[in-house]
């Protein structure tokens, strides 16, 4: 098992910037697959952004593609993700999770491990 902490949500302007950090501890994680979901109140929790431990390659839901990125430090066991142009829509609870031979990162039930989540307020 693995086990997430995610932080660096809060309240951040139309428009603005935040950057979101898992910290990433427990068993090995070779061959994992890290990602970012994002829950709304009453809403379903939605893909955002995915990658590979090895760092080879992202993907991203379309609604963020050009203004989020995700990224991971191998040696501090952290992953990222970088937000630019926030909209009110995207207020959200954001869960950091892993997952093992991901074949559907885009798919929640694709992931072992979740963190709390970090929410992100963007105020209309």
Known sequence: ?????????GLVQAGGSARLSCA?????FNMYTMAWFRQAPGKDRDFVAAIKWDGG?????DS???RFTISLDNSRKMVYLQMSAL???ETAKYYCTAGRAVTRPQLRY??????RGT???VPS
Not at 1 to 9: A, C, D, P, T, Y
Not at 24 to 28: A, E, L, T, V
């Open 1 to 9: 098992q693995v086990q997430l902490v995610e932080s660096g949500g």
């Open 24 to 28: 990433i501890s427990g068993r090995p």
């Open 57 to 61: 390659s992202t993907v991203y839901a």
């Open 64 to 66: 963020v593609k050009g």
């Open 87 to 89: 909209k009110p829509e």
């Open 110 to 115: 694709a992931y072992d491990d979740w963190g």
């Open 119 to 121: 929410q992100v307020t």
